[in-house]
């Protein structure tokens, strides 16, 4: 499958941004997706993932719980990133990827395949 990412931005602190995963040659719903992140200088990590197909599981980093929340569009084949209330400390380019595990949803290596990323810089 191929990765689109889209939606990045400049906004306030506290403000909202909705990202956007397409996909394309396969099904985004045949696979689990979850967004990474990574800010200057540091790591990439782990954001939210959501389960393929029914298992509609999901989960979210300790850092985005409450603020942020993962769909997907089966129709659109699209995953979305719907981000609130958003601070300086989520300032980073959102990568969004398919495949990984429900018990280990952060280890990048169990995912197949990698959109190109999209840079939200929050204002403070």
């Known amino acids: 499958v191929q990765l689109q990412a889209s939606g990045g931005g400049l906004v306030q602190a506290g403000g909202f941004l909705r990202l956007s995963c397409a996909g394309s040659?396969?099904?985004?719903?045949?696979?689990?997706m979850a967004w990474f992140r990574q800010a200057p200088g540091t790591e990439r990590e782990f954001v939210s993932r959501?389960?393929?197909?029914?298992?509609?599981?999901?989960i979210y980093a300790d850092s985005v719980k409450g603020r942020f929340t993962i769909s997907r569009d089966n129709a659109k084949n699209t995953v979305y990133l719907q981000m609130n209330s958003l601070k300086p400390e989520d300032t980073a380019v959102y990568y969004c990827?398919?495949?990984?595990?429900?018990?280990?949803?952060?280890?990048?290596?169990?995912?197949?395949?990698w959109g190109q990323g999209t840079l939200v810089t929050v204002s403070s």
């Open positions: 990827a398919a495949g990984g595990n429900f018990w280990y949803p952060g280890r990048q290596d169990d995912y197949n395949f």
């Open positions: 040659g396969r099904t985004v719903s045949d696979y689990g």
């Open positions: 959501i389960g393929r197909g029914s298992r509609d599981s999901r």
